[in-house]
């Protein structure tokens, strides 16, 4: 009767469906005195757990440290920081420079229609000095 109920948890324990307390029956089973011939291979299986469940770790593991190289990283941020900087920079200045020029152009076309205007009115005020001195001269 004990056969055949090991014989059935054997094959619940190598399906995986066994409880804790059906592997126990099956430890003190097979680390016992009276195991079955054809139970025998599986003695050995169940005596190797239980030994390994006694064993313990005793060296001392050492717990590895997290280096945080805030140096390379500080250094790494300067250097982004200043290449940001002077290529911004270079950016801005060459933006303000054609900015200027546009400014410049704006300014000296402006200029150049007004001395447009006033040289036409520097040549009528030349013509009026013109008929002007021809009457002077007549009479």
């Known amino acids: 009767m004990e056969l055949d109920r090991i014989e ?3 094959e619940k324990y190598f399906e995986a469906q066994t409880t804790e307390s059906e592997e126990q029956v099956l430890r003190d ?9 054809h139970l025998e291979q599986y003695s050995s299986m169940f005596s190797y757990f239980s030994s390994a469940k006694q064993e313990r770790f005793t060296k001392q593991v050492p717990l590895k440290t997290k280096k945080v ?12 920081l200043a290449f940001g900087i002077y290529f911004g920079n270079q950016y801005q200045e060459k933006r303000e420079a054609e900015y200027a020029y546009l400014q410049t152009k704006k300014a000296l076309g402006l200029l ?10 520097v040549a009528y005020l030349h013509e009026f000095e013109e008929t002007k001195q021809k009457i002077y001269k007549n009479n």
């Open 112 to 121: 150049a229609e007004n001395l447009d205007r006033g040289t036409k009115k």
């Open 8 to 10: 059935r948890l054997l």
């Open 29 to 37: 089973y097979f680390t016992g005195d009276n195991v079955a011939e």
């Open 69 to 80: 190289y805030y140096r390379w990283i500080s250094v790494a941020a300067v250097v982004v």
